[in-house]
């Protein structure tokens, strides 16, 4: 070979720069949607903290929830637009396979022509993304990432069903990740275990509702089945991130898991032995599950309620279909 090819790398460390936040319009309490599922207000609150989750307008797609979340991130990054060169959308409710949410959203938010791709990687898909535009930016393959998680779940409820309907919300929360002095993003820790595909995810395919053979896909799940992985499984692997990272329950200043239920929130606080010092991640009693987003959301939050935090690190860990898990520890910005 007489030719050397340039493989090219990035900066040391990289971090996250800003959020950005969308939910959708509504608010739906828990009494609108009991009906159909035969439960109530009470039932809803005592097994999932929810008391109202946010839905999106008819007019509104996932699109346009990622847009908004991403444009306010970007502006708070105080980064040109245009020096963003890749965007990672995570989504599972893009009701179109192809394009991709992620190439509207780059033009969108004026970061054309950046590198754009969604990742399927349902409640884990921001962590996941964190985990790419972390990597892309150490390797010299992007300089400024934009990671969103957007869903309109809303378009994939079956009203009638009681295994996830009513958890679920729409909305969209964005991170600007980019080059750092100092280490922001810790090792993440990540996988996946097939063979429990069938715990949580759409109940029949789009084939089969062309053919007339089943009704317009919806999201179901074992709740019970997926309730254990996550209690027993999860705080394992979020242990593993901590020590990934170097650090121990008692420095964190924030935990931010997936918004999927409150009680596995507060066994994940309690196993993990969190003091109170540390700032539980509760978006899910008002914005519900917006699976992607709901990391995000919940740190956008957190942010705007105790800016205090900023500086501090954050453990942030989703789990969800697949199933998939990822988690990291985070300096939040
Ligand atoms: C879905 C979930 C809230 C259900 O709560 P649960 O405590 O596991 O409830 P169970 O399914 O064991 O059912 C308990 C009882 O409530 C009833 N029930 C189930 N769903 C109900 C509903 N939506 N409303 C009212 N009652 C309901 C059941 O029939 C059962 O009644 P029984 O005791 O008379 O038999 C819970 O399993 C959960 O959050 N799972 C994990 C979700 C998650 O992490 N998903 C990740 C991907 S997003």
Avoid at 99 to 126: H, K, L
Wanted: net charge negative.
């Amino acid at each position: 070979m007489t030719v050397t090819l340039t493989q090219p790398t990035g900066p040391a460390h990289t971090r996250v720069l800003a959020y950005g936040a969308a939910r959708g319009e509504n608010a739906v309490p828990n009494d609108d949607i009991v009906g159909p599922i035969d439960s109530s207000d009470e039932w809803i609150r005592q097994r999932t903290g929810i008391v109202t989750r946010v839905r999106a307008d008819a007019g509104t797609d996932a699109i346009d929830l990622a847009a908004t979340a991403a444009a306010e991130a970007v502006a708070k990054a105080g980064i040109d637009p245009s020096a963003v060169d890749a965007v990672i959308v995570a989504t599972i409710s893009n009701p179109k396979q192809t394009p991709s949410v992620s190439a509207i959203v780059a033009d969108r938010i004026g970061a054309n022509p950046a590198a754009a791709y969604d990742v399927n990687a349902a409640c884990a898909g921001f962590a996941y993304g964190i985990a790419q535009a972390d990597a892309l930016i150490r390797a010299g393959a992007a300089h400024y990432a934009v990671v969103v998680g957007a869903e309109k779940l809303s378009d994939i409820v079956d009203p009638t069903d009681r295994s996830i309907s009513f958890l679920l919300g729409d909305g969209a929360g964005a991170a600007v990740v980019g080059p750092s002095d100092f280490p922001g993003i810790g090792p993440t820790v990540w996988g996946s275990d097939g063979s429990k595909a069938d715990a949580v995810g759409m109940n029949h395919t789009l084939v089969e509702f062309r053919d007339g053979t089943a009704p317009w896909p919806t999201l179901r799940q074992e709740g019970p089945t997926v309730f254990r992985w996550a209690v027993w499984e999860m705080v394992k692997v979020a242990r593993r991130a901590l020590e990934a990272a170097g650090v121990e329950a008692s420095d964190l200043a924030a935990f931010v898991p997936h918004q999927a239920n409150m009680r596995i929130i507060d066994e994940f606080a309690k196993q993990l032995g969190l003091p109170d010092t540390v700032i539980v991640g509760r978006d899910i009693e008002t914005t519900g599950n917006t699976s992607a987003a709901s990391i995000p959301l919940a740190t956008h939050r957190l942010l705007e309620e105790h800016p205090e935090l900023s500086g501090g690190l954050a453990l942030q860990i989703g789990f969800g279909a697949g199933l998939v898990f990822g988690a990291q520890v985070i300096v939040l910005p």
